[in-house]
């Protein structure tokens, strides 16, 4: 089975917060009822589905990677929410070695 999923990805910034400079997210297609939707984790302890949100520097990096039987072949694209600052300093491309 292929499956595809688009994304929006929302960072903040939050004065209170511990800040961490690299953000590693994983993704994971998982099954509830008859509907199959995008399962995120990342290594802040934020978990959720279908969105997830972030915390990380100006000028961290933000590492999305697919779970180990992930059910998931490729992410084909990663965009800011609609209405969020624009975060990227480069737009979201592959990294040697992955898909």
Do not use: R
């Amino acid at each position: 089975m292929f499956l595809s999923f688009e994304f929006a990805s929302f960072m903040t910034n939050k004065p209170h917060a511990p800040i961490i400079m690299d953000v590693s997210i994983t993704l994971k297609a998982i099954t509830q009822g008859d509907e199959v939707i995008l399962h995120l984790k990342d290594n802040e302890g934020h978990e959720h589905d279908k969105t997830i949100t972030s915390e990380v520097t100006a000028g961290g990096k933000v590492t999305w990677k697919l779970a180990p039987n992930s059910n998931i072949q490729e992410i084909v694209k990663i965009y800011p929410k609609d209405g969020s600052q624009n975060i990227f300093s480069t737009k979201p491309h592959a990294v040697e070695g992955s898909t």
